[in-house]
């Protein structure tokens, strides 16, 4: 979209999208700093922009507080308009181009396991649709994935959690199937060797288990799985990366608590093993949380929802389920 469209409001000042657009994400993130990151600005421009606008409309936007900017009550009041604007302005500008001529840069943020499973082919999908765009990718934690869309530096990301935030939009797309895989010449063995599904659990929690960093969704239900069965003591270590996860779990470090999706190659050759009869933790999900308003997120997450469709329906309904 071009920076300086000018649209007349009905008091009759000519009022800059450009200007609008920082409005409202100073609004969103309270911070002229985060809004100036978001924007890849300067604070300084920030604060002449919104100046100019505050000029223009005639009314203080925005009050100063310890930890950031609040909203005055005419600056609620051009927000919620403002949004109506710059959405009306978004779909009009999409509608008059061809998806091959997007161009700009897309933030994404992915957790690990969706880099080990879909999202190099939704990288692939995207260039498909959109040639012309630049996607940065980050590869991190859901927890610091969350932090770093609440604060802009993100504008799409792929993790664990559906997100309450009146900025963000969230959904689930995918669950893949836990299961616990040991190095093939592992000496633990499966259920067939207890006489309860419950003494297998109990035996496996002697073992050293491998999952995900500490805190994260899957750490918390394979302690609560752990817990219902009176297993309070078992030696759980947090790793998180993926691929450090697998390579522990061939070198006979312990148990991966993990979805078999993630190693099929290894668990064909016979390098791993998946270890049947065990009840394994609940199944991992993957969110998409976008900020809403972001010019051409919307689409992108689409573009996901088609990929995972395609990858879960390759994977079969016993490793992985469609939720959307």
């Known amino acids: 979209m071009s920076a300086f469209w000018p649209f007349r409001l009905t008091t009759g000042c000519n009022v800059n999208l450009k200007f609008l657009e920082t409005f409202i994400w100073v609004a969103k993130l309270r911070s002229f700093s985060l809004a100036a990151d978001k924007l890849h600005s300067t604070q300084a421009a920030i604060s002449s922009r919104i100046s ?3 000029q223009e409309l005639g009314a203080k936007l925005f009050t100063r507080e310890p930890k950031g900017v609040a ?15 710059n959405e009306s302005m978004t779909r009009l500008y999409a509608s008059l181009q061809d998806e091959k001529f997007a161009f700009g840069t897309i933030r994404i943020g992915a957790m690990d396991s969706a880099i080990h499973s879909w999202f190099v082919n939704f990288v692939s999908d995207v260039m498909h649709y959109y040639p012309n765009l630049d996607i940065e990718v980050t590869s991190e934690t859901a927890l610091n994935l969350n932090e ?3 604060r802009g530096m993100l504008d799409m990301v792929i993790q664990t959690d559906m997100l309450r935030d009146e900025t963000i939009r969230s959904i689930e797309v995918l669950e893949l199937s836990m299961g616990w895989v040991a190095a093939a010449n592992s000496p633990i063995v499966s259920q067939e060797a207890y006489d309860t599904p419950t003494a297998a659990l109990r035996g496996l929690g002697r073992e050293r288990l491998i999952t995900y960093s500490r805190h994260s969704r899957p750490h918390q239900d394979l302690l609560r799985l752990m817990q219902s069965y009176g297993i309070g003591e078992s030696r759980v270590s947090c790793v998180n990366s993926v691929a450090a996860m697998i390579q522990l779990t061939q070198a006979g470090f312990g148990v991966a608590a993990m979805p078999p999706a993630l190693v099929p190659e290894l668990l064909n050759s016979g390098v791993l093993r998946q270890l049947e009869g065990l009840e394994a933790p609940p199944p991992l999900p993957f969110v998409i949380a976008w900020r809403s308003g972001t010019n051409w997120t919307e689409r992108l997450v689409e573009v996901a929802v088609e990929t995972v469709s395609k990858y879960a329906a390759r994977l079969g309904q016993d490793a992985a389920r469609l939720v959307v």
């Open 71 to 85: 909203l005055t009550r005419a600056g609620e009041r051009v927000l919620q308009h403002a949004e109506q604007v």
């Open 52 to 54: 100019v606008l505050e």
């Open 148 to 150: 770093q869309l609440r």
